[in-house]
């Protein structure tokens, strides 16, 4: 069975994690979570398999239309110094222990080569397809970085921000030269990506144009606010 590894970039924010083991499992957009938390003996004192994440609701909304796949979804998570396992209603969930990249005061990037080793086992023993979530993403680009020698299907979906380019000449100027960077190393990545879910309509003329029609969607699956009512 072929296996789809998502992997989301980045770990939860700060306030997901609690201060000390009596407060209880970590604060989510979900209050089902809780069910799902998973306590240790140690900083972060609990770990949250959150359910409300981009790369866990597209996992759940593909199984609830086939079987065909084994689904797993992946990301960082600050302070464990070990992988989190855990089933959540038929979908293998893992947390890999990280680290920050810094220039000063900035967060750079989250690395993780234990996730990296893990995926590299993966694609040895499994047909895999790798879905990542979240597009000109520095941590995003080191982990396509790490599999783009190797013959598998990758997909890539934007959860927001855009195109390097689009940005030179509205940033501080300091900010141009790390724009160059990130557009000429995307464009030596980005020609193993097989398939760009584009978000917005800018990106996906702008990528449809460099890579071709047939390796780009548009398609927003975010909330569809046409549901809600609107308030008086």
């Excluded at 959150?50 to 593909?62: G, P, R, V, Y």
């Excluded at 065909?68 to 947390?95: A, D, M, S």
Aim: charge should be positive; charged fraction near 25%.
């Amino acid at each position: 069975m072929t296996k789809i590894i998502h992997i989301l970039h980045h770990s939860p924010p700060e306030e997901a994690y609690p201060k000390g083991p009596d407060d209880g499992p970590p604060k989510s957009s979900n209050i089902g979570d809780n069910e799902y938390s998973l306590m240790i003996d140690e900083k972060p004192y609990w770990v949250g398999f959150f359910q409300n994440d981009f790369h866990a609701k597209l996992a759940s909304a593909s199984l609830r239309i086939t079987k065909e796949y084994e689904l797993e979804c992946w990301r960082p998570y600050k302070y464990i110094k070990q992988i989190y396992t855990r089933n959540v209603k038929g979908i293998k969930h893992r947390l890999f222990p990280c680290k920050n990249v810094k220039l000063g005061p900035y967060n750079l990037l989250e690395t993780s080569p234990l996730l990296v080793k893990e995926l590299l086992n993966e694609i040895k023993k499994d047909q895999v397809i790798v879905h990542f979530h979240g597009l000109h993403n520095s941590s995003t680009n080191y982990f396509l970085q790490k599999v783009s020698k190797l013959n598998i299907p990758i997909i890539i979906t934007q959860r927001g921000g855009a195109y390097p380019a689009f940005f030179i000449g509205k940033r501080r100027w300091f900010v141009n030269f790390l724009l160059i960077f990130k557009i000429v190393f995307e464009k030596l990545i980005f020609d193993v990506v097989d398939l760009f879910i584009l978000q917005s309509k800018p990106s996906f003329d702008y990528f449809s144009n460099r890579y071709g029609k047939s390796k780009t969607i548009h398609l927003q699956d975010g909330l569809d606010f046409r549901t809600f009512k609107k308030l008086d």
